[in-house]
């Protein structure tokens, strides 16, 4: 599966951006799909995942309240509405595709097979 992630931008705090994750190759609905995201000398870390349909979603604790992720099995796209957005909120986000596996660790990023390109996303203050 091949994963394109778009709609980052420059944004100032407070604002909101809805990234998009658009998956091709293969339906996304077998996939557990998620979010990370990389700032500048730091680690990639979890944001968000979200299982088949009807799983519920996960979020990393800075996530909790402000992002949602979505997915749309029908569009193959997956979503990440990103609200009240912080200065630390920078980074390159990516999205990730897992396949079904009886267990998963969500915050893993060596769960998930498929990486896209990652979307730049930067909060000024």
């Known amino acids: 599966v091949q994963l394109q992630a778009s709609g980052g931008g420059l944004v100032q705090a407070g604002d909101c951006l809805r990234l998009s994750c658009a998956a091709s190759g293969r339906n996304i609905v077998n996939y557990f799909m998620g979010w990370f995201r990389q700032a500048p000398g730091k680690e990639r870390e979890f944001v968000a995942g979200?299982?088949?349909?009807?799983?519920?979603?996960y979020y990393e604790d800075f996530a909790e309240g402000r992002f949602t992720i979505s997915r749309d099995n029908a569009k193959n796209t997956v979503y990440l509405l990103m609200n009240s957005l912080k200065p630390e909120d920078t980074a390159v986000y990516f999205c990730a595709a897992a396949e079904q596996k009886s267990t998963i660790v969500v915050e893993s990023s060596n769960t998930y097979e498929y990486w896209g390109q990652g979307t730049q996303v930067t909060v000024s203050s």
């Open positions: 979200r299982g088949w349909s009807g799983g519920k979603p």
